[in-house]
């Protein structure tokens, strides 16, 4: 996971990673700009998810950094419209970001 630098709190990581019996690789960058450097040199499959400002998601996908989400195992049910920014998160029908925290 490749998130910033306020985002590895040991107590939102470590019960996830007992539920669900694996261990996170995380890697903390500071700004999008640097993130998106990381991925840049990154070979495909290395990042499994990115924290990343919504805005700069078209970006990405311009780029060809991201696969699209499978909305059906999304929790949408739990996010207000609001919320969801489909307007930066949604890229020719396919949704490539979901709201991390609200």
Known sequence: ALIWCDHSDP????????????????K???GT????AI???????????M?????????????GLFEP???DKLPFADLFSEVKMDKSTVVDGKRYGITEKF
């Open 28 to 30: 903390e960058f500071e």
């Open 11 to 26: 107590a939102l990581l470590e019960p996830f990673e007992k539920a669900n019996d694996v261990k996170v690789n995380v």
């Open 69 to 71: 989400l499978p909305e």
């Open 39 to 49: 991925v840049d040199q990154s070979q495909p499959g290395d990042w499994d998810v």
């Open 33 to 36: 700009g640097a993130g998106l």
């Open 51 to 63: 924290v990343i400002d919504s805005i700069d998601v078209p970006r990405g996908v311009e780029k």
